[in-house]
């Protein structure tokens, strides 16, 4: 047991010692305001106050987590143990305001400020404190709390530490089940039509070859993907695209039954979630018809998703997918960088700052994707793992849950994926 003091207690308080003690930590936890209670209490106990208070581990607090407005701040930064902190302060046992740290990064406080988005209106990570300040791809939430560990360690010798074990997820974005097949008479002419008027033959008669039957639709790896997930023995979460077609949208049709048999196919040995449209973002009523349009080809309620070209802006993205009956989203990571958008590796609740409360959902952070390495970094498949190993590395170390992603058609070895497929199990050796 785990009981915190503090001489105020408000929403964002109580959010963070969720997160911090329980969805990361592990810890069954109190919190009071009652100092009686709190000197009564058993088991290890956290003062996060000023007050000097006996046999306590003490976090001074900055005041964020009083606050009940968003403002843009300075940000001073500082060490602890040759690790990057955040609102550091002269506390004895703890030198920072770990709550307000953790409550600032993983809230991501600094996008409802700085509005400077890309072409497709996502945040920059540029702009991020993380990238400016060369902390990005570590965790550092989950370092922290492995360092405080050991201060609980030393200071309460005789109390049970919570077990916590190392996680590997992937998930797998179904932007387009087939290269080639099911994507009906119009499409198909205009793409045949495309190859001969740019001279690209050796496409044309693959598609030929693949629509008479000849050979098979290259981006149908999802065989294959089963064969690694019985081989290895990993969870795997898919997000289907079954949004209209548009400029941005380019998915099956979902009336094709070769597409809802291969939903249903993968539905038999994995989770399956919707991959909001790129159009949702413009009209969130879209998000409620892809959502019945997938539950009903598994026949189940959909309950997970992630936005397609991972456009996340808050608080409206979030609050159009609770009020769909969304409960775990696995959006949060850039597309650009590498990395940790909110420094962590552990799933936690979702904290909706403009309303000042807790939401029903719960955030499933991604550090790797192959698309950052191949599209955005520029680098072959041969350098790739030297990105991934130390990412991997760190959320083992720190017992966190490593979530990646990676598509179907990075799978299919044709051109510009020729050798990721053998990079896939080889990523997938280093994290399971």
């Known amino acids: 047991m785990l009981t915190v003091y503090s001489n105020q207690i408000s929403n964002r308080l109580e959010h963070t010692v969720k997160l911090l003690f329980s969805e990361v930590m592990n810890y069954k936890f109190s919190i009071t305001n009652n100092l009686d209670e709190f000197n009564a209490a058993k088991g290890v106990r956290i003062n996060y106050s000023p007050l000097d208070i006996k046999d306590a581990i003490q976090i001074i607090p900055s005041g964020l987590l009083f606050e009940r407005s968003i403002e843009e701040k300075k940000i001073v930064l500082g060490k602890w143990e040759n690790e990057t902190i955040l609102f550091p302060n002269n506390g004895t046992h703890i030198p920072f ?9 993983t809230s991501r406080y600094e996008e409802y400020i700085n509005m400077k988005r890309d072409h497709y209106n996502r945040f920059l990570p540029e702009e991020s404190i993380a990238f400016k300040n060369d902390f990005l791809e570590r965790p550092l939430v989950n370092i ?5 560990q050991e201060v609980i360690a030393k200071f309460f010798p005789v109390s049970a530490i919570p077990e916590r074990k190392y996680e590997f997820v992937a998930t797998i974005d179904v932007d387009n089940a087939y290269a080639y097949k099911e994507k009906g008479v119009v499409r198909t002419l205009g793409a045949l039509s495309r190859s001969i ?10 598609r030929f070859k693949c629509l008479l039957g000849l050979t098979p639709d290259p981006f149908d790896s999802f065989d294959r993907q089963l064969e690694f997930q ?3 023995g990993f969870k795997v979460v898919y997000f289907f695209l079954v949004g209209d077609y548009g400029l941005n949208d380019k998915n099956v049709p979902i009336s094709s ?10 539905g038999d040995y994995a989770s399956v979630g919707v991959h909001p449209s790129f159009a949702s973002n413009e009209e969130p009523e879209r998000v409620k018809m892809e959502m019945d349009r997938l539950a009903k080809v598994v026949h189940v309620p959909i309950t997970k998703s992630r936005q397609h070209f991972l456009t996340l802006s808050f608080p409206n993205t979030y609050k159009t997918l609770i009020e769909n009956g969304i409960t775990d989203d696995y959006t949060m990571g850039y597309a650009a ?3 940790f958008r909110a420094s962590i590796c552990s799933p936690y609740s979702y904290y909706n700052l403009l309303d000042e409360q807790e939401e029903a959902l719960t955030v499933h952070p991604f550090a790797i994707m192959e698309a950052t390495i191949r599209h955005y970094m520029n680098k072959p ?6 990105y991934m190993l130390p990412i991997i590395e760190q959320v083992k170390k720190v017992k966190g849950t ?15 994926w020729e050798g990721w497929s053998s990079l896939y199990e080889k990523m997938l050796i280093a994290a399971v």
């Not at 039954?257 to 993968?266: A, C, D, E, N, Y």
Request: aromatic content about 14%; charged content about 25%.
């Open 97 to 105: 305001d770990l709550l307000s740290a953790t409550f600032y990064l």
């Open 144 to 148: 922290w709390d492995q360092k405080l």
């Open 197 to 206: 008027l740019i001279f690209d033959f050796k496409d044309f008669v693959n």
């Open 230 to 232: 019985k081989k290895y």
């Open 257 to 266: 039954r070769k597409f809802q048999s291969l939903i249903k196919h993968v």
């Open 337 to 339: 960088k590498m990395g």
């Open 381 to 386: 498949e041969e350098q790739a793992m030297s």
């Open 402 to 416: 490593l979530n990646v992603v990676w598509h179907n058609d990075s799978l299919s070895e044709l051109s510009p």
